[in-house]
T-cell receptor, first 116, second 111 residues
């Protein structure tokens, strides 16, 4: 199984600022994803982080608001730009196994963001 | 996009009682996954059900996949406080591994 860490674990930010969240995996993985979980809600996929190319965003999410980097097979960042209180959520990264044959997707512990 | 409906949204029971969580779709799905998420953690996969009519057991948890592959249920027998958490059903798209989650059921087991 993959072990995933995220930094920071939580943050409180001012409106209009940006925060970059880091996701580190202990092994190489083919697929990395970023999800948002608003308070009391389920998870919504933001984007697929592609290694060496631009991320693929889901409907309702755009690169200017959520720029994503994935410089290698073990690391990705998600930036929440020009934040507003509506961006207060838990942001989680997840991975699919390197071989692609594993049916299990692993999740990081999440980053709890509060925007004032 | 195929939508999953989960019910109930909240469930609060006494230790030792049984509970069932339901997950339904208007369309047939090829497989369905159940996750549990505890506070401060990411979701953890409990089981994947693939075959219509399939029943899988994980200790006190029983997962069922409907014959028509449009619904699934999670049944917990003799619930314990450690079963407290958010239970999520999810569809995984095999072409790109993307997960679509149901709304989730928050289960609280009181000691």
């Amino acid at each position: 199984s993959a072990v995933i860490s995220q930094k920071p674990s939580r943050d409180i930010c001012q409106r209009g600022t940006s925060l970059t969240i880091q996701c580190q995996v202990d092994s190489q993985v083919t697929m990395m994803f970023w999800y948002r979980q608003q308070p009391g809600q389920s998870l919504t996929l933001i984007a697929t982080a592609n290694q060496g190319s631009e991320a693929t965003y889901e409907s309702g999410f755009v690169i200017d608001k959520f720029p994503i980097s994935r410089p290698n097979l073990t690391f990705s960042t998600l930036t929440v730009s020009n934040m507003s209180p509506e961006d207060s959520s838990i942001y989680l990264c997840s991975t699919q196994g390197y071989s692609g044959t594993s049916n299990e997707q692993f999740f990081g512990p999440g980053t709890r963001l509060t925007v004032l | 996009t195929q939508l999953l409906e989960q019910s109930p949204q909240f469930l609060s029971i006494q230790e030792g009682e049984n509970l069932t969580v339901y997950c339904n779709s208007s369309s047939v799905f090829s497989s369905l996954q159940w996750y549990r998420q505890e506070p401060g953690e990411g979701p953890v996969l409990l089981v994947t059900v693939v075959t219509g009519g399939e029943v899988k057991k994980l200790k006190r948890l029983t997962f069922q996949f409907g014959d028509a592959r449009k619904d699934s249920s999670l049944h917990i027998t003799a619930a314990q406080p450690g079963d407290t958490g958010l239970y999520l059903c999810a569809l995984k798209r095999e072409s790109d591994y993307k997960l679509s989650f149901g709304a989730g059921t928050t289960v609280t087991v009181r000691a």
